[in-house]
């Protein structure tokens, strides 16, 4: 996307020095990433930079207005709520496919999911200082926003996540981290912050309190919980023992509360009217379907990572469909090859890591997360056997 960056790149890289890459991630904690990692950073110009932070404010104006409620007072499944929820969520994700414009003349992002719900804040910071200490990367570019640097982003943070209690009283919550492919965003919110990651089996419920038991086994009352707990994922984990529901009135802040999960979501996609987002469709409310299901994508609205998707979509499958109340129908957008690589270019997906500043009640976009794909679709089981693919982090021109 520059291209004498991107030639000044292919022509200095090396096998060893990916390599060296692959080693400063694993030596920060001693521990080896579950998902790939990609041997380029992605370099965004200005011009598009901008186009991307106007996709951000435009549709985060949206999700944010007063009205977003009411649009949103079906978004949670039965059953699913959670008491207290905030005004607002206090995390916005939003990723953009990187597309051409219908003459082909510029690239122009347009959106393929929205999430209420923190992503790898700190994964992504230590994988930009990764790149930078291995490659040469302009000083000029950087994968941090609204003025902070490598110091202010951690502080930012922790302002946002610990706030004004003990780190001791603040837990990063999952279903068992150590097993999920995320766990190194986890090690790394633990070190940055100084807080616990806790297995939600773990959690003791006294009266409407939460506690945890600290390495020395004491008891630690839970003040703060700082939730990366997936539904999806929960709802079917009927294995996992808990003292505790979601949906039971306890003395805890939710960092991110959790309805925000479903309420920024694949439900936020129909809502949404720009020239930054295909065409978009709740399938129960469709009174008849689009000729061209070639050009659609068929989505589940509660499920990640891909899970479920249909790329070949056709009326019989449509017509088979038992809860048509849980999917949606997406124009398919095609990604432009523009990252040039040693075989085939790789296309790109930008998710765009905000929040909603609580004191200034404002959208600030602070930092990102890349996803490079040779294949059908951006994810593993659709680029295995593939180089210059996976995770990464996008450079901006300042």
């Not at 379907?289 to 249909?310: A, C, M, R």
Request: net charge negative.
């Amino acid at each position: 996307m520059v291209g004498h960056l991107r030639t000044r790149f292919n022509q200095r890289f090396s096998e060893d020095k990916y390599r060296d890459l692959l080693s400063y991630v694993h030596n920060a904690f001693n521990y080896t990433q579950q998902f790939r990692i990609a041997e380029t950073p992605v370099f965004v110009s200005k011009e598009l930079g901008n186009e991307i932070f106007e996709a951000c404010h435009e549709l985060a104006s949206f999700i944010y207005h007063p009205d977003y409620a009411q649009y949103t007072q079906f978004a949670i499944p039965p059953g699913q709520d959670v008491p207290n929820e905030s005004r607002h969520s206090l995390f916005l994700q939003l990723d953009f496919g990187l597309c051409y414009n219908e003459d082909k003349t510029r690239l122009i992002p347009q959106l393929i999911e929205a999430q209420g719900f923190p992503s790898l804040y700190f994964f992504q910071y230590l994988l930009a200082g990764a790149y930078r200490e291995v490659y040469d990367i302009p000083d000029n570019y950087s994968s941090l926003f609204s003025g902070l640097d490598g110091q202010s982003y951690l502080d930012y943070l922790r302002e946002i996540i610990v706030g004004d209690a003990d780190p001791q009283n603040v837990i990063l919550l999952e279903i068992e981290p150590e097993k999920q492919p995320t766990n190194i965003d986890f090690m790394a919110a633990e070190y940055y912050l100084g807080i616990r990651t806790v297995c939600i089996s773990e959690v003791i419920k006294e009266n409407n309190l939460l506690f945890y038991k600290n390495k020395d086994g004491k008891k630690i009352k839970i003040e703060r919980i700082f939730n990366r707990v997936i539904f999806d994922e929960l709802i079917q984990r009927d294995d996992i023992s808990r003292q505790f529901s979601f949906r039971d009135a306890l003395d805890v802040y939710w960092v991110g509360h959790p309805n925000w999960f479903f309420k920024i979501s694949k439900y936020t996609l129909p809502l949404l009217t720009s020239r930054y987002v295909p065409p978009t469709f709740y399938l129960d409310r469709l009174h008849s379907y689009p000729p061209d299901l070639q050009n659609f994508v068929l989505k589940p609205l509660y499920t990640f990572s891909g899970t479920g998707v249909e790329l070949d979509v056709n009326l019989d499958m449509l017509r088979s469909i038992k809860d048509p109340q849980n999917w949606i129908l997406q124009r398919k957008v095609e990604y432009a090859p523009i990252i040039q690589t040693p075989d085939a270019p790789a296309k790109c997906e930008i998710r765009m890591l905000m929040v909603r500043d609580p004191k200034t009640q404002s959208l600030k976009i602070i930092n990102n997360l890349a996803r490079l794909s040779k294949g059908a679709m951006v994810g593993t089981r659709y680029n295995k056997n593939k180089q210059w693919v996976g995770g990464s982090v996008a450079f901006f021109e300042t």
